[in-house]
């Protein structure tokens, strides 16, 4: 059975950081692209970061350039975000997502519609 598991979410405060973990089962994420979204409140769902099949491509929304790392350890089938210098508008669930192709360049890595599969998601709160 197919399945995407995100963990590492919670409560932190402005200027924290959190690392954020996508575990795959059920398949190998070895030939997928993988990104990582996020939707708050009344907002549309918006593309975060996304990292090649290979990790030697890798982009990054404007909002979280310099603070946000992606990485992937496809021996553990599971794929990171590292998130730091938090800000209150980092506040989201944030969702990870297998893209159909090994690498999807820009703009299309982040439209939603170009994954496949969705994990649940985890919750970001930054407030002090």
């Known amino acids: 059975q197919l399945q995407l598991v995100e963990s590492g979410g919670g409560l932190v405060q402005p200027g924290g950081s959190l690392r954020l973990s996508c575990a795959a089962s059920g398949f190998t994420l070895d030939y997928h692209a993988i990104g990582w979204f996020r939707q708050a409140p009344g907002k549309e769902r918006e593309g975060v970061s996304c990292?090649?099949?290979?990790?030697?491509?890798?982009h990054y929304a404007d909002s979280v350039k310099d603070r946000f790392t992606i990485s992937r350890d496809n021996a553990k089938n599971t794929v990171y975000l590292q998130m730091n210098s938090l800000k209150p508008e980092d506040t989201a669930v944030y969702y990870c997502a297998v893209d159909r192709d090994y690498y999807t360049g820009s703009p299309y890595w982040a439209i939603p519609g170009e994954y496949d599969y969705w994990g649940q998601g985890t919750q970001v709160t930054v407030s002090s």
């Open positions: 990292i090649s099949s290979s990790g030697g491509y890798t």
